[in-house]
């Protein structure tokens, strides 16, 4: 059992059952008081952002947690196959860890796993995405006075808001975590 003397900024402790990442960490010691930790951490269960403090020297418990690059392969049910490019393992990761961005990954992508005892914990896909857009309404010229915006189909089958000069057959830079057009990629 660790202490709060042994947390950093980054660290994965288990807090109230949920696995927590430290985001922010403090030594106070206000005035004629006791010192504490005061410590900011986000919830990778439902990723909200919580604030606690802790007496100083108090027991906490850190957790090992390791964070692996693996390739998407396809999907099996509920879960992906996930290959090691190094050692070539294949490994079963929940779908559910991805969230919304399951909708922007498509076979071969490389995303950050992080385990904590042979378990997946989280799962990041990564934070740009290039998609083709395979659908797309014909919107009226001349209406260019704001930002038009419009409905498009990606490979995946997710839709997206695009400007209106975005074509069927264009390639377009997508953020995974907002789901939000960036540009058109330039070939």
Same mark, same amino acid.
């Given at each position: 059992? *660790?202490?709060? *003397?042994?947390?950093?900024?980054?660290?994965?402790?288990?807090?109230?059952?949920?696995?927590?990442?430290?985001?922010?960490? +403090?030594?106070?010691?206000?005035?004629?008081?006791? @010192?504490?930790?005061?410590?900011?951490?986000?919830?990778?269960?439902?990723?909200?952002?919580?604030?606690?403090?802790?007496?100083?020297?108090?027991?906490?418990?850190?957790?090992?947690?390791?964070?692996?690059?693996? +390739?998407?392969?396809?999907?099996?049910?509920?879960?992906?196959?996930?290959?090691?490019?190094?050692?070539?393992? +294949?490994?079963?990761?929940?779908? @559910?860890?991805?969230?919304? *961005?399951?909708?922007?990954?498509?076979?071969?992508?490389?995303?950050?796993?992080?385990?904590?005892?042979? !378990? *997946?914990?989280?799962?990041?896909?990564?934070?740009?995405?290039?998609?083709?857009?395979?659908?797309?309404?014909?919107? !009226?010229?001349?209406?260019?006075?704001?930002?038009?915006?419009?409905? @498009?189909?990606?490979?995946?089958?997710?839709?997206?808001? !695009?400007?209106?000069?975005?074509?069927?057959?264009?390639?377009?830079?997508?953020?995974?975590?907002?789901?939000?057009?960036?540009?058109?990629?330039?070939?």
């Amino acid at each position: 059992m *660790a202490s709060t *003397a042994d947390v950093n900024i980054g660290s994965y402790i288990r807090f109230n059952n949920d696995i927590c990442q430290i985001m922010e960490w +403090q030594h106070r010691t206000p005035g004629n008081l006791r @010192a504490f930790y005061q410590g900011k951490m986000r919830n990778l269960r439902n990723g909200k952002l919580n604030e606690h403090r802790w007496r100083s020297g108090e027991p906490m418990e850190v957790l090992r947690v390791e964070i692996h690059e693996l +390739q998407y392969l396809y999907r099996e049910g509920d879960n992906l196959v996930l290959m090691n490019p190094n050692s070539f393992e +294949q490994l079963y990761v929940p779908a @559910a860890l991805f969230g919304e *961005a399951m909708g922007f990954m498509k076979e071969e992508m490389i995303m950050q796993v992080g385990f904590e005892s042979d !378990v *997946a914990i989280f799962a990041r896909p990564p934070k740009v995405v290039e998609l083709e857009v395979t659908y797309t309404e014909n919107i !009226v010229k001349g209406d260019t006075s704001n930002k038009v915006m419009k409905t @498009a189909k990606l490979e995946t089958g997710v839709e997206i808001n !695009v400007p209106s000069f975005v074509d069927i057959g264009t390639v377009v830079r997508i953020d995974t975590e907002t789901g939000e057009y960036l540009d058109r990629v330039k070939k």
